[in-house]
């Protein structure tokens, strides 16, 4: 007997930086978002509600229903905010808070 593989949720989170010196004014690295639990090849909306606005950029998942996304420069105009990201099967990750980011 065959058994459908189980897919787990929709999962969204910050990807893990590693901690690099700061050398004169060179710009830190931005956030990205990690992303888990998509369909393969799915094309996703990461979408951010702030206090003062939203906005919204396209995502795809990899063949193991994984992506990682640059969070945009301006996205630091409407933090603090939630963030979430939703499938092209309408399928919706749990939101997570994104604290102030700097403007750079």
């Known amino acids: 007997m065959v058994r459908p593989a ?8 910050l990807c893990p930086t590693l901690a690099r010196p700061r050398v004169g004014d060179r710009p830190e690295p931005r956030m990205s978002l990690c992303g888990t639990g998509f369909y393969p090849g799915d ?6 509600i702030g206090t003062y606005g939203s906005t919204f950029w396209p995502a795809e998942s990899d063949r193991s229903g994984r992506f990682k996304s640059s969070l945009p420069s301006p996205l630091c105009r409407l933090t603090p905010a939630t963030v979430f ?5 309408l399928r919706e990750s749990p939101s997570i808070p994104l604290g102030g980011i700097r403007c750079p």
């Open 6 to 13: 189980i897919r787990q949720p929709p999962n969204l989170a």
């Open 43 to 48: 094309h996703i909306d990461v979408i951010v």
């Open 85 to 89: 990201a939703l499938d092209m099967h």
